[in-house]
């Protein structure tokens, strides 16, 4: 099992950064995938970034250019740097590992203020 416990959520203003921090715990060796998800009210969960355990990246369109994911494997750890926030990027921000199933945190909310 894997226990994921996420971190950095908050109130920012448009424009603003945050950054989200989750670690995971349990039995973490063999974590390949790790990324962060959100999903606002109203709307199905997506994919924001993710990384594989080679470092390759991928994002979502909406995200390129501002937010940044990056990851720890000495501390089985992944981030979010997110820059220049929009309205639309307010969500539940939840993290997902991939280790022979999927595991996710329990979410971290993002609010974003005009």
């Known amino acids: 099992q894997v226990q994921l416990v996420e971190s950095g959520g908050g109130l920012v203003q448009a424009g603003g950064s945050l950054r989200l921090s989750c670690a995971a715990s349990?039995?973490?060796?063999?974590?390949?995938?790790m990324g962060w998800y959100r999903q606002a009210p109203g709307k199905q969960r997506e994919m924001v970034a993710k990384?594989?355990?080679?470092?390759?990246?991928n994002y979502a369109d909406s995200v390129k250019g501002r937010f940044t994911i990056s990851r720890d494997n000495a501390e089985n750890a992944v981030y979010l740097q997110m820059d220049s926030l929009k309205l639309e990027d307010m969500a539940v921000y939840y993290c997902?590992?991939?280790?022979?199933?999927?595991?996710w945190g329990q979410g971290t909310q993002v609010t974003v203020s005009s």
């Open positions: 997902k590992v991939e280790r022979f199933r999927a595991y």
């Open positions: 349990g039995s973490t060796t063999s974590i390949r995938a």
């Open positions: 990384i594989d355990s080679d470092g390759r990246t």
